[in-house]
């Protein structure tokens, strides 16, 4: 039986479907996706980076066999694999924001083709990305006391799941494909609390301790053999705005870190500043001006004082 | 062949079984729902979660046709599963812990009229949470010259994804629905690393950049237009206990961010303190008294010493 | 018809398939896991830990019913689940890293009874793991004034889900298993933000509200009563290396945190430092000395200047 | 760009949709159920099924374990899941069709209470099943000279999954369950091609040779040890229609087969006829009328012509 | 360690490998798909035929809510699918096999405009499709003494399940859609054992008892109220071979029943002879000859001998 | 609440799992496997037999791309693939039932090498297969006048599906592989309804048409290029009991059918009979003799006789 609350229930119901369907409400929450293409897809891009992990790292993840004669058979197919899918999100980015990205607007025929070069171009990249990560293995290894072996590292370390992210994110960015680099890094960053601007860029040997929290702006630019803990931000203190009042795109906004640099635990450094060579940044300072090479930056002492009360401070 | 290890180790499982069986070591960690209601499922409160932002953010998320004919039905399911999603929630909230929230405890029957009234006035305030977004969008798009459009602000950034679980979860705790606002916004919290409880109070054109390890107490009170970044706190410092030694719930003892407020990454702003409007904080201070209108509170300077030894600081 | 770009593109993938399966460039990147024995597996593990909360706390998760008589099949079978699972993953740590955790190399057999009679010293282990969650989760609910009651701590607070991730993954180091005490700890790292080494030993009555970026180092050594907050660090400062310049293992290099201390939000605490009984550590601190018992430590006054232009600080 | 097309797609749509949602047009096929009851479950029924015969065969399917220690625990545990998996059916089936079962209409927490006591007798009956089955088994197994061994009978022939459905089905009938064994006989019908109407009376040691098209009516009365072959009917020949032409329900219409007879391939045997004790009915033969007991009944001789035509008969 | 045996094993792997993609064993064994469009996908089929049964038997399939108001949404949305799936089903049976059906082969946006508009034409058709079933199971209901209501045979059997399929792809055969129909057909004889090919022309109030077994060829036309067994056979005897030796398509070579006739379990009626009006057909007969109206065709008697020997016949 | 009624039905399942748990009550219905070896998995056979589909007709099923310099690499994954999880079924099937298929009874180790090997000789037969079932596809195209092509052939019909499992398993049969061939020819059976053992020996261009309730026999012997239909029984009449009762395994007991040999539906020959080279067997047919080349064998006249009343025969 259908009682008078449930036909108001109801009433509620039909009326603000009819509301949400209204698409005069729409405004800029709606997205109308270039025909014939698909969506960006986060399992899938998921997916792929899981695959190119393992293809990076083999033996460590998924089921590669390592005879060598066998090996190959399965490295050609993830090869494909990986060009397959990444072709089709990068399709799907460029459908999604060619005006944003300021890209040539193309029909999705030409941005199919386009899709699959840029694809090949990055699988290309795969062995020097090999290389890369494997620096990166060896920096976080040796910099932690904790790790007992390279296989843990690889295997558990949010740090070397945030940096592979990152590192192919940037070639993707290098390649000029919009969004999916983004999707990359906020994957990574909501698996790790790292989260690394795909547009920066970073030398090698580089690595993150713990992590959780740290941040590196778009406009970065890493040496060699950096160290970063927890909760570093590498941010931007201010940015100018254009005549429409919206932000400048595109302006260095963020610091610059040499080679050989080591930022502690939730140090905030902002703006386009440079921290020299070789220089060490302690923990929960607020570092807004160069600073020279082989320093050493460290907090005013605290305050130490005699403790009263049960439940506060 | 079964051996005497075999023997002894099914023994040791046996007793184990026992013990944790023996109902007098449940103590105050077992849990007797009310019969015949179901318990709250995280599985389909992540769902009900994802179809809502399918209907504020039409053709970014699921397969919602934008065509204005078919696009009516679409939001005519959707507005009804929520419903009855919703309404299976807050019925599994309601008999979870009535006690726990000071609400009338009812039989099942009264609690399930309860929980669809409720839930039909969830689906009415859609329409205006459509528009509440929609703010938070173009303040986020308009914080930050690393975006390169609204679309990738809807589609990636954690911000928009922790908020709209935060408006979502606030409105529930206005219709005093127990247990599932929290739920919601401790999804959001270990997807994003942002942690808003859902009783605080926050105005519109709210952002919040990076957002990892930055958290908003029960009792804030922000205004509108203020952004955060990331690991900023607006937490408490100390709380009264009653005469059984308990906290005391419900005295306000978080910030009251005024208008157009600007903090940095780190912050750390504790108490029933104001920042007032227009101010900026920047990162890695630890405030505990009011801060005057249009103020900028920074950290004092810090010492830079020359560097010497290799591994530390 | 295939093109001559199509022709490029798979020779593309055919020269890069070969390059990756050179075993040559396999370097410190490849895993050869010992023949005949399982690899860990996060997503097993991540059953294994949600069937261990589900004996702990029973009726909060998953299906337990609590009738006498009914509770003592499933605690029966899941006693035996649990060992089952845990058999298995241990063995899969024996034969990934026995070199990298100085443990003698044993064949395939001899680790699989070894793994049997440590996981059956695990499960023995189990009312006592009860025991200590209860206490924790007692810790919790006094320690914030934000929680409505027992059950929404247990359900809903990630620091329950960390320090219960915690306290299995500590007794699977004590019982000197390799590897999954770190793959457990860092699955409740990505899911909470909190990062607490297995390898610390942390005593009763211990909690940590809200948080994200919450570090505790291997060495550390915390007492009963203690309370942090998120951001909070206790980690090393600097670690000596080895003739062949990698890290010493195993050095106490983390602080000591006596009985009832509290530590607020983003403070960083480094080296093998002791904090007081009764302590208070203000939040944005950096401490890198001994803090005597009942101190309270906070951060210098910060400077408030006169706020001038829009953007920025 | 929405074309002329798309629009006369979109209005077809819409129309159409409008029909199919015109209530008028609902007629004999739309079904209201009792409001506040689940639908039956076809999926949820398939796992009863699997949960029964796991527990019916002790080591074939499913992963108990055999140790009597340990085996009394799932044993429990599967009686349980067993019992409230099936209450939900019983309830499911009584809110679905207690009018065409002439079964009393009551309210839904009266079914709730009767479902389980139904399930609960159902549970009663297991120790039985196990001792019927295991005597079709053991026919089955001497019956047939291409089995290697009880294990491939139970492990691997059709025949002993629909004979199992059937004995479940048939215990659910004699206790009033309306609607869940006509749907387990059809699951079973499915995969074996073997339709059993769970209404059919058969004794023990039944046996049914590769089965496909084999059909046992509803009034069949089926002795002991009896075996059938692939496309053997008991069925009914007509029948007589009430004053409506609705046809009279509950006469007894199909065969009595007596103890120890063998019916080979695609025999037809229709009506209330008796097939007497020890007789041997041949393959292909239409029978209408009783059978004396002992009788060997085959098809008159087959026409042999000689051959002439490439590609007929 | 690699034995020798390994390396034989491997080698064989390495030249079956080599063997399997020389593209010279390819042969009529290998299919190459019009590049650009999906190959057809038996699970998206049974997606789209359980979503078609959802809404011709609305509240039997799915959780169609049956209130109007709601209910037309549902609708609109179930209407909408069934376009998009069936649109890229028929584009990919399209691509498929042109050649083999006489289509006109056009490219792949020709095909996809052309897959819309046939797509639509279903949809059109759907109400009428409701009109057709709801004869059909009353046909079945008022057939069947065993049936309890309507419902059980909307719910249950197995010749629904068998005619709508057939009634769907008999439609899909009207708009001249390539291979689809024979999948949906081929579908519900696996899951029936009743094969209707969809070719076959077939009037209202039609059933099918039991049904496994039963065979209606391509050519065969049923007229009205015509009532199936089990392992009915409506086949073809031979047929004239083109001078390629293939056999002729499309030459009427199946039986004529026309209205109101019955034929009992496992009949055979081979080649273009007609059943006339009223005709009963008894089981386990073989014509291949014209039968006058309302004729009563059986077996001739069986022969009755007397039994001797244990084991056989 | 814990009612009377509750404990009454608390009290049955805790009996009831007494009863079931009593070792001395499993009897023959109770499977003991080797220790330390898996069971076998319908599951993964199900994958295996796809698999081996996708290699033997590439385009069909899976995504094989067919460019061969990518196919390769494809074709090496599936071999690899295929041998690893054969290899597993296999050691699952000699650890399952051993003494039943009269096979030697050696540890898990040995079986294990014992696997690999036979997993090898079978992919080595993987190109013959091909070339086998092409013959097959040949033949079912020639044979049916309503295949629009031999790729509606590969890709729906029955036939292909039972006949490729049937020489997959049958190969397993001739390398002396126990259980699991049976399991592979009873899936296809289920799914088809064509019931081939394994241990038959079929020649070259073998064809069923649509084959439900086929059934080929143990020893049957069927020559090239013959054609049954539906319904078709090659089976056996009666077997001889040793001294203990049981058959005797082995004895040759059903038909050999001489090449190019047609048999129409539902026709049932029985025993050690020969089928002459060039016959046609007619539909219905009762046989139990040999029957000499180029024969004829049909069903004798129906009787014809006038109807009378309404509802039956």
Redesign the interface.
């Known amino acids: 039986m ?1 009682t008078s ?2 036909k ?14 209204d ?1 005069s ?9 270039q025909a014939g293409a698909p969506m ?1 897809s986060t399992k899938k891009i998921g997916i792929l980076v899981s695959k190119i992990r393992e ?6 993840f998924g089921n590669t ?16 694999e990986i ?1 397959e899918m990444l072709s089709e999100q990068i399709l799907a980015g460029l459908c ?2 060619c ?3 300021k890209i040539e607007d193309r029909d999705v025929d030409s941005n199919h ?1 386009f899709s ?2 840029i694809a ?1 171009q990055f ?2 990249y ?2 020097e990305l ?2 890369l ?2 620096c990166d ?2 920096a976080a290894f ?5 790790a ?5 590292v ?5 740090a070397i799941r945030a940096i592979s992210s990152y590192r192919i994110a940037h070639k993707l960015v290098e390649l000029q494909v ?2 999916i680099p ?2 990359i890094s ?1 994957m990574a ?5 790292i ?1 690394i ?1 795909p ?1 920066a860029q970073i030398g090698e040997y580089f690595t993150i301790d ?1 992590g ?2 740290t ?1 590196i ?2 406009t970065c630019i890493i040496g060699k053999n950096v160290k970063l ?3 570093v ?1 590498l ?7 254009d005549n429409d ?7 260095p ?1 963020h610091p610059i870190i040499e080679d050989d640099v ?1 930022i ?5 450094i ?1 703006g386009r500043v440079t921290i020299g060579k ?3 940044i ?7 001006n160069d ?2 090479p ?20």
Chains 1, 2, 3, 4, 5, 6 share one sequence.
């Open positions: 259908v609350n449930d108001k229930i109801n009433s509620i119901l039909s009326q603000t479907a009819s509301q949400l369907s698409a409400t729409f405004g800029n929450v709606c997205h109308e996706h960006p293809v990076i790292f083999p033996g460590y066999p390592l005879d060598p004669l066998v090996n190959q058979y399965y490295m050609g197919v993830y090869v494909d060009f999604f924001g005006a944003d990205w083709q699959r070069n090949s699988v290309e795969l062995p090999r290389r990560l494997s293995v060896e040796l910099g932690d006391p904790a007992h072996g390279r296989g843990e690889i295997f558990c370390y949010p919009p969004l983004r999707i906020e960053h909501s698996e790790t609390g989260d601007n547009e713990h959780t929290g941040v702006g778009a803990y927890q909760g931000t941010g931007a203190v201010s940015f100018p705005l009042g919206n932000p400048i795109k595109g302006i906004r080591i502690y635990a939730q140090a905030t902002l070789g220089s060490v302690g923990g929960n300072v607020w570092v807004t600073v020279a082989n320093s050493k930056v460290v907090q005013l002492k605290v305050r130490s004082v005699s403790y009263k009360d049960g439940g506060g401070i």
